[in-house]
T-cell receptor, first 114, second 111 residues
Framework: DQQVKQNSPSLSVQEGRISILNCDYT??????FLWYKKYPAEGPTFLIS?????DKNEDGRFTVFLNKSAKHLSLHIVPSQPGDSAVYFC?????????????FGKGTKLSVIP | DAGITQSPRHKVTETGTPVTLRCHQT?????MYWYRQDPGHGLRLIHY???????DKGEVSDGYSVSRSKTEDFLLTLESATSSQTSVYFC??????????FGQGTRLTVV
C-alpha cells in the first residue's frame, strides 16, 4: 500500500514558466514533509520541507504548499530553469515515531525545455 | 556537503555470493538508513539504525542484514545475493532534527 503517491511520472515545462509537482499521502500520522531533487548517478539532495503546522514554506524560487485536509502537497518552482531538470521525490515522516524514517513517492521527472 | 561516503560505488557479483556495502559518516548523526532505488518504486527503506547496535527493519528488509558497531559506520549485507537485489543502494543520515542527507549511492549488479 503506497502511503506517498506522486501520480505524474513526468512533467515538461518551458523555461521561465511555473513547474507544479504534486504529491498525495494517505497516512494521517505524517507530520513533516520534504522534497528531494535527484540528478542521474547522484544521491538525492534536500530541497525544501514543511511541517504540518504550516500551509506554506518558501525558499527562493521554490515554494511548498500543504493542504492537510486533502492530504496533498505541491512544489512550485518559479521561474523554472533548465538546471531544474531532475527527478523530484516527495517524502513524509511521522516525527513522533522516533525513527525519522522517510517514506518516499515514486518520483516525478521534470524536464525544463530551454 | 554532509560527510557521507559509500563504498564500493559500483559492484558486480554473482548470484549466491555474500556482499557487504559500507556507509561511513563524519557528522556524528544518530540515525542511519539504507534505501534501495528501483525504476517504478522510488526509494524504499531496507533497514535503519537509531544508535550503535540498535537497528530495525524497513519496508523491504527480506534478504538483507545490517550492523552498526560504531557511530560512523553502517554496513548492509546481502547474505546470498539474488538477481532481484540488483539495484542502486543509498545510505542516508539524520540527526533527527533536520532533513536526511544521502550518500552518492552504490550500483549493485547481481548476475
Amino acid at each position: 500500500d503506497q502511503q506517498v503517491k506522486q501520480n505524474s511520472p513526468s512533467l515538461s515545462v518551458q523555461e521561465g514558466r511555473i513547474s507544479i509537482l504534486n504529491c498525495d499521502y494517505t497516512n494521517s500520522m505524517f507530520d513533516y514533509f520534504l522534497w528531494y531533487k535527484k540528478y542521474p548517478a547522484e544521491g538525492p539532495t534536500f530541497l525544501i520541507s514543511i511541517s504540518s503546522i504550516k500551509d506554506k514554506n518558501e525558499d527562493g524560487r521554490f515554494t511548498v504548499f500543504l493542504n492537510k485536509s486533502a492530504k496533498h502537497l505541491s512544489l512550485h518552482i518559479v521561474p523554472s530553469q533548465p538546471g531544474d531538470s531532475a527527478v523530484y521525490f516527495c517524502a513524509a515522516t511521522d516525527s513522533g515515531a522516533g525513527s525519522y524514517q522517510l517514506t518516499f513517492g515514486k518520483g516525478t521527472k521534470l524536464s525544463v525545455i530551454p | 556537503d554532509a560527510g557521507i561516503t559509500q563504498s564500493p560505488r559500483h559492484k558486480v557479483t554473482e548470484t549466491g555470493t555474500p556482499v557487504t556495502l559500507r556507509c561511513h559518516q563524519t557528522e556524528n548523526h544518530r540515525y542511519m538508513y539504507w534505501y534501495r532505488q528501483d525504476p517504478g518504486h522510488g526509494l524504499r527503506l531496507i533497514h535503519y539504525s537509531y544508535g550503535v547496535k540498535d537497528t530495525d527493519k524497513g519496508e523491504v528488509s527480506d534478504g538483507y542484514s545490517v550492523s552498526r558497531s560504531k557511530t560512523e559506520d553502517f554496513l548492509l549485507t546481502l547474505e546470498s545475493a539474488t538477481s532481484s537485489q540488483t539495484s542502486v543502494y543509498f545510505c542516508a543520515i539524520s540527526d533527527g532534527n533536520t532533513e536526511a542527507f544521502f550518500g552518492q549511492g552504490t550500483r549493485l549488479t547481481v548476475v
